[in-house]
């Protein structure tokens, strides 16, 4: 029988109670996964797992913080553990630039480690994006307890994305360097890789490739992974998944085959799969459904937002949340006057931009507004 740590407790408690009722933040996404997973680290024994995970992430238009847990219990040497503080902050847009900071503090206990390891990190990087597409660079620090190759690692990475409609393609090189040990020489990585992610009604579809271009252990290994989920109803998903992990040299950890099938109950927000770390989504479709007498629903379709809002004269140009109501749509009502109404909306804290699809005016400030005529 699997004995969750103590640790864990407050985030299932959190993330449970969260999910099964409407949250009173519409950024709040929480999420409770659990199903059956099986492994096979290189030159170890397959192994079969019950596992089990919780996850509580806040959303803010510039800011996101998450804690999460993962116990695995079934390879005869009792439940592991892992857990994940982070938190992400940005600053504003400005000529289509735009700069992100990363922490984390992480425990992490897998079959194929001979112990737990405990790893602190901070990157931090710089994106440009030109509607839907964009690219970013940036660098990162880590201090790693317990890990193989020493504890102190540095890396760089580089990388683009590009979107149509709700398909999002992102391509990315990750360097890495580590210090060495008595068990373990110093050295580096430099990996490539290519992902996509693609929504259509309730299924979604997460595939990534990649390979290890330089290395002195394992040059020229490949992987890949793809997970799909299929959203039953507004909170319950299934969920399976398979591929191989690469070896990672500096935290000691081997390839690893893995598949996984279970379900997820979860808040509205936490059913989307994540985007690649660095892509900058933007709106790919808009709707606008009479709602009553001068009400008017404002629904907008955007892959892998943290936040969408919208501003207008019927705002008084005041920025309105909208809220996700399923898989990467969200939605506001509002109260729209008849007539020729200027509008924009603003996803993650970027630049204001006008809806797609709908025509556009220049505004006073030698930007671009969308029209919206209210009969």
Do not use: C
Not at 49 to 78: K, Q
């Amino acid at each position: 029988m699997m004995t969750l740590p103590p640790t864990l407790h407050p985030i299932l408690a959190l993330a449970l109670a969260a999910a099964v009722s409407r949250p009173a933040l519409a950024q709040l996404a929480p999420s409770f996964t659990l199903g059956t997973s099986a492994m096979r680290p290189a030159s170890l024994p397959p192994t079969g797992h019950l596992a089990f995970a919780s996850t509580l992430r806040l959303d803010r238009p510039l800011a996101r913080w998450e804690a999460s847990a993962l116990a695995l219990s079934g390879d005869g040497e009792g439940a592991r553990w892992s857990g994940t503080l982070s938190a992400t902050v940005a600053t504003l847009e400005h000529r289509g630039f735009r700069l992100e900071g990363d922490a984390h503090l992480r425990r992490s206990d897998v079959p194929g480690l001979t112990r737990a390891l405990h790893e602190a990190a901070l990157a931090a990087r710089a994106s440009y994006g030109r509607g839907p597409v964009g690219a970013w660079a940036g660098v990162s620090v880590a201090g790693v307890r317990g890990a193989a190759a020493g504890p102190a690692l540095g890396g760089g990475q580089v990388g683009a994305w590009l979107q149509r409609g709700s398909l999002v393609v992102s391509a990315s090189l990750d360097g890495e360097r580590f210090g060495g040990s008595t068990v373990a020489p110093a050295g580096g990585t430099l990996d490539a890789e290519a992902s996509a992610r693609w929504l259509r009604g309730a299924a979604a579809l997460q595939v990534a490739v990649g390979r290890r271009l330089r290395s002195a252990l394992d040059r020229g290994a490949v992987w890949g992974r793809a997970e799909g989920t299929l959203q039953l109803s507004r909170q319950v998903a299934l969920m399976a998944a398979a591929g191989v992990t690469p070896a990672d040299q500096a935290r000691g950890t081997p390839r690893t085959p893995h598949a996984f099938l279970g379900f997820r109950l979860a808040g509205v927000g936490a059913m989307r799969p994540a985007l690649a770390r660095g892509v900058r989504p933007v709106p790919s479709s808009f709707d606008l459904i009479p709602e009553g007498p001068k009400r008017q629903q404002i629904r907008l379709r955007v892959p892998g937002a943290r936040s969408v809002e919208v501003a207008g004269d019927f705002t008084g140009w005041r920025a309105v949340s909208l809220t996700p109501v399923s898989q990467d749509e969200w939605e506001v009502t509002l109260a729209i006057p008849a007539g020729v109404q200027r509008i924009n909306v603003r996803v993650d804290g970027g630049a204001w931009q006008a809806p797609p699809g709908i025509d556009t005016v220049a505004d006073e400030f030698d930007g671009r507004v969308g029209l919206l005529v209210i009969e």
